[in-house]
């Protein structure tokens, strides 16, 4: 386990999987530590984003990790409680 409210998380995160990544990285930190975690997906794997701040920000992305088919994608986890609450209890 490393603190993800440091940005050292990502070397130490790197280090332990042999500068390939991780397979699914859930986010809810901001700003650049937003960045961060992008940096440490794999090749082929995904970042789910559960934070709202940087969204409702309209703040901006990397887009390098695309060209290693990185998939992003946001769960907005109160609607979801509202709108699929069927989905939510599971």
């Known amino acids: 386990m490393f603190n993800s409210r440091k940005p050292s998380f990502v070397d130490h995160l790197l280090r332990e999987t042999d500068n390939r990544g991780v397979n699914l990285a859930l986010n809810s930190v901001v700003g650049e530590l937003l960045h961060s975690t992008w ?4 090749k082929w794997a995904t970042m789910v984003e559960i934070g709202k701040r940087d ?6 992305l990397d887009m390098g990790p ?6 992003y994608c946001c769960l907005h986890v109160e609607q979801m409680g509202i709108k699929r609450p069927e989905l939510s209890s599971r």
Do not use: D, H, Q, Y
């Open 39 to 42: 940096k440490c997906v794999a």
């Open 55 to 60: 969204i409702f920000g309209n703040a901006r």
């Open 66 to 71: 695309f060209l290693a088919n990185c998939n």
